[in-house]
């Protein structure tokens, strides 16, 4: 199992319904800690993915991420 994490500008409930279907194409296992200052986004895979990857899809939804 590989774990991804990205501070990222996910704020709420909508954005997070906004990018589901762009992380699901990644993951299914996923979540967002929008407590977090940081709202910092865990993805878990079983195959290796690489973060620009993530970077871009979130880019692609509209929304910014960077890995931490």
Sequence with gaps: MHTLEFKTNIKCGGCIATVTPYLDKISNNWKVDTD???KVLSIETDE???????VAVLDTAGYKAEKI
């Design 48 to 54: 290796a993915v690489n973060p620009k990857e993530v």
């Design 36 to 38: 977090n200052p940081d």
